[in-house]
Nanobody
């Protein structure tokens, strides 16, 4: 399985942006997937995750503003971001892990159980 992110860019604070993650080499197995971000000098942060059972988890900092979704017809994972803030400026990565049982919220947002990662797409929010 390979992951390729796209859709990043520059946006004004308060604006919206949707980033995408194209999944190829899909094996029809069950995956947990997620969006993570990391700014220079900062630790990686779990943003939003989609469990193998369809459950979602969000970081408190993005809850109510970001939405994770998937299009199974095109094998694409999305992150819709609204009411963007300068603190959302970061490199955004999607990740996947073959796993039938869903992860706990801590596991999902922690990121350490994901073994497949994309190359990232930069999101810059200017105030």
């Amino acid at each position: 399985v390979q992951l390729v992110e796209s859709g990043g860019g520059s946006v004004q604070a308060g604006g919206s942006l949707r980033v995408s993650c194209a999944v190829s080499g899909y094996t029809h197995k069950t995956y947990c997937m997620g969006w993570f971000r990391q700014a220079p000098g900062e630790e990686r942060e779990g943003v939003a995750t989609l469990g193998s059972d369809g459950s979602t988890s969000y970081a408190d900092s993005v809850k109510g503003r970001f939405t994770i979704s998937t299009d199974t017809d095109t094998n694409t994972l999305y992150l819709q971001m609204s009411s963007l803030e300068s603190e959302d400026t970061s490199m955004y990565y999607c990740a996947a892990e073959e796993r039938a049982p869903p992860m706990t919220r801590i596991q999902a947002l922690g990121g350490n159980l994901y073994r497949i990662w994309g190359q990232g797409t930069q999101v810059t929010v200017s105030s």
